[in-house]
């Protein structure tokens, strides 16, 4: 058995066995806050762009934030209107929209849309920031879109009060940055994001460009927490800072042991030289 | 020579989207309206002509029955099976969402769980602290790490804040210095096929 | 289109930006002599390939999931670079792909490399391979097949996404030597824990230049050089006259 064998079984059962210990929310911090502002302030009526951008390799971390967030605008009743520059996307938020919009009493049409993926990318969300109905002629369950209510005042992509944007990668915030608020510079973007997605946009929200964002689990427990919700980011975060802490260990044991090492091979090169 | 088509079509097309762009001209913006229009097209085409690339390649794999030709089998009838679940019955149907929830999802998401298991090997043996340098990463991986996660704020409320400090400023401004080389990068290239000079994808 | 037009400020930098590139360019065709500092992961290609060759196995090599941006382009040089060198040594490569576009050129490159080498008849066209668009099923079938080919080395040239640890680190675990390099930053992490060699950023751009020693991508690496110690001036200048007060400069170029 190799030491990587070793490894991987020693950490198997560790984050399985903390999976079972309860954990609370934490308080939320200034990224965060600044999401969950950003949608708060917003009058009542608004419309929000959420995008899907992710993919169902990234569930764990991303549909706990869109749960959270999706439950915050409609509690608010800001309307929703969602769409995906990836594929996979949109079949998560059609459940969790139409789930969160049931209960929340809300109506598909009226108050929210998932009008699902469109391909193309850059040259997609190009076109959207003028039209949006050019680009999705029909929504995610083929209704069309050109009677829609909750379309009814919205043109273009940059006419929305708010984008949320839930993205397992850099490129998706920096895509609506790079072809919408470019040439639009009152597009305000808040984004949910995997923890490796963060280092690459500190530039934008040093500047501003991006608000605030929600980062993982510990983002989405963070945000469970000022709606009041607890939900799968909560309940996941012991397993998910066990599996940290046994990171650290590892990192700790490797070095003394190559320490260790390293001291006994100078013994012997000494003995040798005698 | 006989590769001018592609690379005049290359040509026409990004100088006029290029201009388009710098001078909001209706005739230009309308030309290039069209051409990212076509290119939602072509990126839908494109998924289309990798699912044929697959069948041809795993199809010749079950005619020679070659090593692995069971897992070729097993591939077009899943693939082909999608496809006419998801064109016949539409995306919203049962079938369909039952297809992705409760086989391609936790499919995907425990390959992406194994990635857990490599970094624990990777931080075993990659992080040793062989020179200065590799102290400065280890310490600032393991203070990020830290205040990004439950574990140091509960050790001590300063954690998280230096966690944020390393991201907001050392981080970013690393992270400014590849992103402007990377721009950069890319507006050669943009140049570079504008002007006909890159033709490595044409002409091989 | 409402508000498409770009503001002046983007479109003077852009032709100050066009400029430089194209003078150099020119430069270069003429002439110039442009030094490139030693790249150790562009150097480690050619022992990746020499490694191949006594071992008698294959070479892997990937895109990743780029399509067609400035890294692709970059790739592309590398790869015909290896293709052509590994017609003349002998070994073979092995091209596994996740854009089908970027598939379909990379067969164009190798065929066309193999048929401009001393031995076209060594090119066979399973050399390239499309495996699947999903980044991490395309990465457990690339695993799959350095293992199944027995592959001696691996070089990546993109990303992979979220999949790019599962592909370095799985390489790493069969033993390959391994060259990679990205100009994306979330990735960068994991190329450097589990490869032998990274490029990072627009090293990868330079390695048209290095590997081929073709003028028009030397020139640009001089205008590159030109264009950081102009925005280095840029910067430290606003920086002071943001000290002293004077923002003008500034807004102008950020309206």
Not at chain 2, 30 to 49: D, E, K, S, T, Y
Not at chain 2, 71 to 85: D, R
Not at chain 3, 137 to 148: E, F, H, I, K, T
């Amino acid at each position: 058995m190799k030491t990587h064998h070793v490894i991987f079984i020693a950490f198997g059962i560790i984050v399985i066995v903390a999976m079972f210990i309860p954990s609370s929310g934490k308080e939320a911090s200034d990224k965060t806050m600044a999401v969950y502002n950003a949608i708060e302030k917003l009058p009542s009526g608004s419309t929000i762009l959420l995008g899907a951008d992710f993919e169902a390799a990234n569930r764990a971390e991303m549909v706990p934030q869109m749960e959270a967030l999706v439950r915050h605008i409609m509690r608010r009743h800001l309307k929703i209107i969602s769409i995906s520059m990836w594929d996979q996307g949109p079949m998560f938020a059609e459940r969790i929209l139409r789930k969160i919009g049931d209960e929340e009493g809300l109506t598909y049409g009226i108050d929210y849309v998932n009008l699902g993926y469109a391909a193309g990318a850059q040259s997609m969300v190009r076109l959207l920031k003028d039209d949006i109905k050019a680009v999705y002629k029909t929504d995610f369950s083929g209704n069309k879109t050109d009677d829609m209510p909750v379309l009814k005042d919205i043109v273009g992509a940059g006419d929305v009060s708010l984008m949320v944007d839930l993205s397992d990668s850099p490129s998706g915030p920096t895509t609506y940055l790079e072809q919408i608020q470019s040439f639009k510079k009152d597009f305000r973007l808040v984004c949910g994001l995997t923890a490796a997605s963060v280092p690459p946009i500190m530039p934008y929200v040093e500047s501003g460009q991006i608000e605030g964002y929600i980062i993982g689990l510990k983002g989405a427990s963070e945000y469970e927490g000022l709606i009041g919700k607890k939900g799968l980011g909560t309940i996941s975060l012991s397993a998910q800072s066990v599996g940290q802490a046994m990171i650290l260990i590892l990192i700790l044991i490797g070095n003394l042991a190559f320490l260790w090492i390293r001291k006994i091979k100078g013994k012997e090169n000494a003995e040798l030289g005698k | 020579m006989e590769n001018w088509l592609p690379i005049t079509i290359t040509i026409i097309i990004a100088t006029i989207g290029f201009a388009g762009v710098f001078s909001g001209l209706p005739p230009l913006m309308g030309i290039l309206r069209l051409g990212m229009f076509w290119m939602i097209i072509i990126g839908g085409v494109a998924a289309a002509l990798g699912a044929v690339n697959l069948l041809q390649i795993h199809g010749i794999k079950v005619v020679r029955r070659g090593s692995g030709s069971i897992y070729s089998i097993i591939l077009i009838i899943v693939m082909l099976g999608t496809i006419i679940i998801g064109i016949s019955m539409s995306p919203q149907s049962l079938l369909y969402r039952f297809l992705f929830e409760f086989i391609f999802t936790p499919l995907s998401t425990a390959i992406f769980a194994i990635l857990s298991f490599f970094i624990a090997s990777a931080c075993f043996r990659a992080f040793r602290i062989r020179t200065a340098e590799a102290l400065v990463l280890v310490i600032s991986a393991t203070l990020v790490m830290l205040g990004k996660s439950t574990l140091g704020e509960s050790i001590s409320p300063y954690i998280p804040k230096i966690g944020e400090w390393v991201m907001n400023i050392p981080n970013s401004a690393g992270s400014r210095g590849i992103l402007l080389g990377a721009s950069l990068g890319g507006i050669a290239v943009f140049l570079r096929v504008i002007l006909g000079i890159e033709r490595g994808h044409f002409l091989g | 289109m409402e508000g498409t037009q770009t503001t002046l400020p983007i479109f003077v930098l852009f032709v100050i930006i066009a400029g430089i590139y194209i003078y150099n360019i020119i430069r270069a065709r003429k002439g110039l002599n442009v030094n490139i500092r030693p790249i150790k992961g562009l150097v480690a290609i050619d022992e990746a390939i020499g490694r191949a060759v006594e071992m008698g196995r294959p070479i892997h090599f990937t895109l990743g999931i780029s399509r067609f941006f400035s890294d692709t382009f970059a790739a592309f040089a590398i790869l015909r670079h290896l293709a052509s060198k590994c017609a003349e040594m002998g070994t073979y490569p092995i091209i596994t792909n996740s854009v089908v576009t970027v598939h379909l050129a990379t067969e164009e490159i190798v065929r066309s490399a193999y048929m401009a080498s001393n031995y076209p008849d060594r090119y066979r066209p399973d050399m390239v391979r499309f495996i699947a668009k999903d980044p991490f099923a395309y990465s457990v079938g690339a695993l799959d097949v350095m293992r199944q080919e027995n592959v001696a080395s691996n070089i990546m040239i993109g990303t992979f996404g979220s999949a790019t640890l599962l592909m370095a680190e799985g390489g790493r675990i069969l033993n390959t030597y391994q060259i990679a390099g990205t100009d994306d930053l979330e990735q960068l992490p994991f190329y450097f824990i589990s490869c032998d060699y990274t490029l990072i950023g627009e090293e990868i751009y330079g390695a048209g230049a290095h590997l081929s020693g073709d003028k028009n991508v030397l020139g640009c690496l001089r205008g590159e050089d030109w264009l950081k110690i102009g925005i280095i001036a840029l910067i430290l200048t606003f920086t002071v006259l943001g000290i002293i007060g004077i923002n003008a400069p500034l807004d102008w170029f950020s309206r």
